[in-house]
Antibody
Protein backbone atom coordinates (compact mmCIF):
# COMPACT_ATOMS: atom_id res chain seq x y z
CA UNK A 1 0.00 0.00 0.00
CA UNK A 2 1.08 3.57 -0.61
CA UNK A 3 2.95 5.14 2.29
CA UNK A 4 4.50 8.54 2.69
CA UNK A 5 6.42 9.17 5.90
CA UNK A 6 7.87 12.59 6.66
CA UNK A 7 10.76 13.18 9.03
CA UNK A 8 13.27 15.85 9.93
CA UNK A 9 11.05 18.34 11.68
CA UNK A 10 11.99 19.97 14.95
CA UNK A 11 12.88 23.20 16.69
CA UNK A 12 15.19 25.61 14.88
CA UNK A 13 16.16 29.23 15.50
CA UNK A 14 15.25 32.02 13.10
CA UNK A 15 17.76 32.16 10.28
CA UNK A 16 18.57 28.49 10.67
CA UNK A 17 18.20 25.57 8.29
CA UNK A 18 16.42 22.25 8.28
CA UNK A 19 16.08 19.41 5.80
CA UNK A 20 12.83 17.50 5.63
CA UNK A 21 12.56 14.02 4.16
CA UNK A 22 9.60 12.03 2.88
CA UNK A 23 10.09 8.29 2.49
CA UNK A 24 7.83 6.83 -0.18
CA UNK A 25 6.84 3.18 -0.56
CA UNK A 26 4.18 1.04 -2.18
CA UNK A 27 4.40 2.63 -5.62
CA UNK A 28 6.89 3.38 -8.40
CA UNK A 29 8.28 6.62 -7.02
CA UNK A 30 9.74 7.91 -10.29
CA UNK A 31 6.33 7.74 -11.99
CA UNK A 32 4.85 10.46 -9.81
CA UNK A 33 5.26 14.15 -9.25
CA UNK A 34 5.52 15.11 -5.59
CA UNK A 35 4.67 18.19 -3.58
CA UNK A 36 5.25 19.81 -0.21
CA UNK A 37 2.31 21.50 1.52
CA UNK A 38 2.27 23.07 4.98
CA UNK A 39 -0.24 24.11 7.59
CA UNK A 40 0.58 26.70 10.22
CA UNK A 41 -1.02 26.16 13.64
CA UNK A 42 -4.75 26.81 13.42
CA UNK A 43 -4.47 27.92 9.78
CA UNK A 44 -5.27 26.54 6.36
CA UNK A 45 -3.25 24.61 3.83
CA UNK A 46 -0.48 26.32 1.89
CA UNK A 47 1.14 24.71 -1.13
CA UNK A 48 4.92 25.17 -1.16
CA UNK A 49 6.63 23.26 -3.93
CA UNK A 50 6.33 20.75 -6.77
CA UNK A 51 8.81 18.44 -8.46
CA UNK A 52 8.05 16.26 -11.47
CA UNK A 53 8.82 12.57 -11.74
CA UNK A 54 12.29 12.88 -13.21
CA UNK A 55 13.24 15.86 -11.06
CA UNK A 56 13.69 18.23 -13.98
CA UNK A 57 10.86 20.66 -13.26
CA UNK A 58 10.23 22.42 -9.95
CA UNK A 59 7.81 25.11 -8.88
CA UNK A 60 7.75 27.15 -5.70
CA UNK A 61 5.33 29.39 -3.86
CA UNK A 62 6.43 33.01 -3.65
CA UNK A 63 6.64 32.70 0.15
CA UNK A 64 9.51 30.18 -0.03
CA UNK A 65 11.15 30.75 -3.42
CA UNK A 66 14.87 31.36 -2.98
CA UNK A 67 14.88 29.92 0.55
CA UNK A 68 13.52 26.38 0.08
CA UNK A 69 14.72 23.75 -2.39
CA UNK A 70 12.81 20.62 -3.35
CA UNK A 71 14.66 17.52 -4.56
CA UNK A 72 14.22 13.78 -4.87
CA UNK A 73 16.36 10.65 -4.83
CA UNK A 74 15.06 7.68 -6.78
CA UNK A 75 17.67 5.34 -5.34
CA UNK A 76 16.13 5.75 -1.89
CA UNK A 77 12.58 6.68 -2.97
CA UNK A 78 12.84 9.88 -1.00
CA UNK A 79 11.60 13.42 -1.39
CA UNK A 80 13.40 16.29 0.33
CA UNK A 81 12.81 19.90 1.26
CA UNK A 82 15.88 21.91 2.15
CA UNK A 83 14.75 24.92 4.16
CA UNK A 84 17.16 27.82 4.69
CA UNK A 85 16.80 31.28 6.25
CA UNK A 86 13.90 30.06 8.32
CA UNK A 87 11.47 32.57 9.79
CA UNK A 88 9.02 32.34 12.65
CA UNK A 89 6.20 32.33 10.09
CA UNK A 90 7.55 29.07 8.66
CA UNK A 91 6.33 27.29 11.80
CA UNK A 92 3.91 24.66 10.55
CA UNK A 93 3.20 21.00 9.96
CA UNK A 94 4.81 20.05 6.66
CA UNK A 95 3.16 17.40 4.50
CA UNK A 96 4.46 15.61 1.45
CA UNK A 97 1.82 14.61 -1.07
CA UNK A 98 1.82 12.43 -4.15
CA UNK A 99 0.34 14.00 -7.25
CA UNK A 100 -1.61 11.95 -9.79
CA UNK A 101 -1.84 13.08 -13.45
CA UNK A 102 -2.83 16.70 -12.85
CA UNK A 103 -1.57 19.59 -10.78
CA UNK A 104 -3.35 19.80 -7.39
CA UNK A 105 -4.55 16.16 -7.63
CA UNK A 106 -3.01 14.98 -4.35
CA UNK A 107 -4.15 11.41 -3.95
CA UNK A 108 -1.95 10.43 -1.00
CA UNK A 109 -0.57 12.49 1.87
CA UNK A 110 1.93 11.79 4.60
CA UNK A 111 1.09 12.28 8.26
CA UNK A 112 3.18 15.47 8.46
CA UNK A 113 6.19 16.64 10.43
CA UNK A 114 6.19 19.69 12.70
CA UNK A 115 8.70 22.47 12.18
CA UNK A 116 8.94 25.11 14.89
CA UNK A 117 10.99 28.23 14.25
CA UNK A 118 11.60 30.06 17.49
CA UNK A 119 14.40 31.69 19.43
CA UNK B 1 -5.75 36.15 2.02
CA UNK B 2 -6.18 32.97 0.04
CA UNK B 3 -6.40 33.09 -3.74
CA UNK B 4 -9.52 30.91 -3.60
CA UNK B 5 -12.33 32.21 -1.40
CA UNK B 6 -14.36 29.94 0.85
CA UNK B 7 -16.72 30.76 3.71
CA UNK B 8 -14.80 30.24 6.96
CA UNK B 9 -17.52 28.20 8.62
CA UNK B 10 -20.83 26.42 8.15
CA UNK B 11 -23.16 24.87 10.69
CA UNK B 12 -25.89 22.38 9.95
CA UNK B 13 -27.99 19.88 11.83
CA UNK B 14 -27.68 16.13 11.30
CA UNK B 15 -29.48 14.87 8.21
CA UNK B 16 -29.47 18.25 6.52
CA UNK B 17 -27.61 19.32 3.38
CA UNK B 18 -24.80 21.84 3.17
CA UNK B 19 -23.11 23.54 0.25
CA UNK B 20 -19.63 25.03 0.49
CA UNK B 21 -18.60 27.52 -2.15
CA UNK B 22 -15.17 28.22 -3.62
CA UNK B 23 -14.59 31.30 -5.71
CA UNK B 24 -11.56 31.97 -7.88
CA UNK B 25 -10.63 33.45 -11.23
CA UNK B 26 -9.95 32.47 -14.82
CA UNK B 27 -6.30 31.73 -14.03
CA UNK B 28 -7.23 29.01 -11.56
CA UNK B 29 -10.76 27.59 -11.35
CA UNK B 30 -11.80 29.04 -14.70
CA UNK B 31 -9.23 27.08 -16.70
CA UNK B 32 -8.28 24.18 -14.45
CA UNK B 33 -9.76 21.32 -12.50
CA UNK B 34 -10.97 21.86 -8.94
CA UNK B 35 -10.18 19.46 -6.12
CA UNK B 36 -11.69 19.17 -2.67
CA UNK B 37 -9.96 17.90 0.44
CA UNK B 38 -11.39 16.90 3.81
CA UNK B 39 -9.31 17.27 6.95
CA UNK B 40 -10.64 15.58 10.04
CA UNK B 41 -9.37 16.97 13.36
CA UNK B 42 -5.75 16.07 14.00
CA UNK B 43 -5.26 14.22 10.72
CA UNK B 44 -3.74 14.82 7.31
CA UNK B 45 -5.99 16.04 4.50
CA UNK B 46 -7.72 13.46 2.35
CA UNK B 47 -8.83 13.75 -1.27
CA UNK B 48 -12.61 14.05 -1.44
CA UNK B 49 -13.30 15.18 -5.02
CA UNK B 50 -11.05 15.23 -8.09
CA UNK B 51 -11.42 16.78 -11.53
CA UNK B 52 -14.31 19.05 -10.47
CA UNK B 53 -16.88 16.39 -9.61
CA UNK B 54 -15.37 12.91 -9.45
CA UNK B 55 -15.40 10.88 -6.24
CA UNK B 56 -12.50 8.56 -5.37
CA UNK B 57 -13.50 5.06 -4.41
CA UNK B 58 -14.76 4.97 -0.85
CA UNK B 59 -16.26 8.46 -0.88
CA UNK B 60 -20.05 8.12 -0.51
CA UNK B 61 -22.41 9.45 -3.16
CA UNK B 62 -24.03 11.80 -0.67
CA UNK B 63 -20.96 13.95 -1.40
CA UNK B 64 -21.01 15.78 -4.72
CA UNK B 65 -19.37 18.78 -6.34
CA UNK B 66 -19.71 21.02 -9.34
CA UNK B 67 -17.94 23.82 -11.13
CA UNK B 68 -19.28 26.72 -13.15
CA UNK B 69 -17.08 29.42 -14.61
CA UNK B 70 -14.73 30.64 -11.91
CA UNK B 71 -16.61 29.10 -8.99
CA UNK B 72 -17.05 25.64 -7.57
CA UNK B 73 -19.11 24.10 -4.83
CA UNK B 74 -19.13 21.04 -2.65
CA UNK B 75 -22.38 19.58 -1.40
CA UNK B 76 -22.85 17.08 1.39
CA UNK B 77 -26.29 15.67 2.11
CA UNK B 78 -27.53 13.51 4.97
CA UNK B 79 -24.99 15.11 7.28
CA UNK B 80 -23.54 13.04 10.10
CA UNK B 81 -21.34 13.91 13.04
CA UNK B 82 -18.38 12.25 11.32
CA UNK B 83 -18.60 14.88 8.56
CA UNK B 84 -17.36 17.50 11.02
CA UNK B 85 -14.10 18.59 9.45
CA UNK B 86 -12.32 21.32 7.56
CA UNK B 87 -12.92 21.35 3.82
CA UNK B 88 -10.52 22.90 1.30
CA UNK B 89 -10.81 23.56 -2.41
CA UNK B 90 -7.69 23.65 -4.57
CA UNK B 91 -6.70 24.31 -8.16
CA UNK B 92 -3.67 25.00 -10.31
CA UNK B 93 -3.10 28.69 -10.95
CA UNK B 94 -1.57 29.45 -14.33
CA UNK B 95 -0.54 32.99 -13.41
CA UNK B 96 1.28 31.87 -10.26
CA UNK B 97 2.56 28.57 -11.69
CA UNK B 98 1.49 26.93 -8.48
CA UNK B 99 -1.33 25.27 -6.62
CA UNK B 100 -3.70 27.52 -4.70
CA UNK B 101 -5.95 26.49 -1.84
CA UNK B 102 -9.04 28.07 -0.42
CA UNK B 103 -8.84 29.26 3.16
CA UNK B 104 -10.89 26.30 4.30
CA UNK B 105 -14.41 25.90 5.64
CA UNK B 106 -14.95 24.49 9.12
CA UNK B 107 -18.09 22.40 9.05
CA UNK B 108 -19.92 21.89 12.32
CA UNK B 109 -22.70 19.36 12.63
CA UNK B 110 -24.80 20.59 15.52
Amino acid sequence: QVQLVESGGGLVKPGGSLRLSCAASGFTFSDYSMNWIRQAPGKGLEWLSYIDGDGSTMYYADSVRGRFTISRDHATNSLFLQMNSLRTEDTAVYYCAREWTYYAYFDFWGQGTLVTVSS
Amino acid sequence: QSVLTQPPSASVTPGQRVTISCSGSTSNIGNNYVYWYQQLPGTAPKLLIYRNNQRPSGVPDRISASKSGTSASLAISGLRSEDEADYYCAAWDESLSGVVFGGGTKLTVL
